[in-house]
Nanobody, 125 residues
Framework: QVQVVESGGGLVQAGGSLRLSCQAS????????MGWFRQAPGKEREGISY????????CYTDSVKGRFTISRDNDKNTLYLQMNDLRPDDTAMYYC??????????????????WGQGTQVTVSS
C-alpha cells in the first residue's frame, strides 16, 4: 500500500523560507518520478515542481521558478521542496505524489491517485 506523508509546512512571513518533506512508504522513490502539488482555497490543485528518478531532470512552474528547489534522498525515500522568498500567493495545502507520466517540455506531470493529508503553508504579508 502506497502512503505519502507530507510535513514541514507552517506560518511564515513574506520573504521567509520553509522546507517541505514527503516521506513515502510502499513506493520506491528511486524508480519513480515525483512531483509537488498545491491547492489554494477555492482553486484547483496544481503541479508546481517535478523530479525524475535519477535526480537529473527537474522542472518548475513559472510561479515558483527561481524560488523553490525540489530534491530527493533515495536512501531515505524522501522528497523535499525548499521554498525561499515565499509570497502570500504561495499560501496553499502542499502535497507530493508519484507520477505516471510527465511532459518535461511543458513541465506538466500526471500524478497517481495517491494523496496524503498534505501540509499547510501560510504566508503572511
Amino acid at each position: 500500500q502506497v502512503q505519502v506523508v507530507e510535513s514541514g509546512g507552517g506560518l511564515v512571513q513574506a520573504g521567509g523560507s520553509l522546507r517541505l518533506s514527503c516521506q513515502a512508504s510502499g513506493l520506491n522513490l528511486a524508480i519513480n518520478a515525483m512531483g509537488w502539488f498545491r491547492q489554494a482555497p477555492g482553486k484547483e490543485r496544481e503541479g508546481i515542481s517535478y523530479i525524475n528518478w535519477s535526480d537529473v531532470s527537474t522542472c518548475y512552474t513559472d510561479s515558483v521558478k527561481g524560488r523553490f528547489t525540489i530534491s530527493r534522498d533515495n536512501d531515505k525515500n524522501t522528497l523535499y521542496l525548499q521554498m525561499n522568498d515565499l509570497r502570500p500567493d504561495d499560501t496553499a495545502m502542499y502535497y507530493c505524489a508519484p507520477l505516471y507520466s510527465i511532459d518535461w517540455s511543458r513541465c506538466q506531470g500526471r500524478p497517481h491517485n495517491f494523496w496524503g493529508q498534505g501540509t499547510q503553508v501560510t504566508v503572511s504579508s
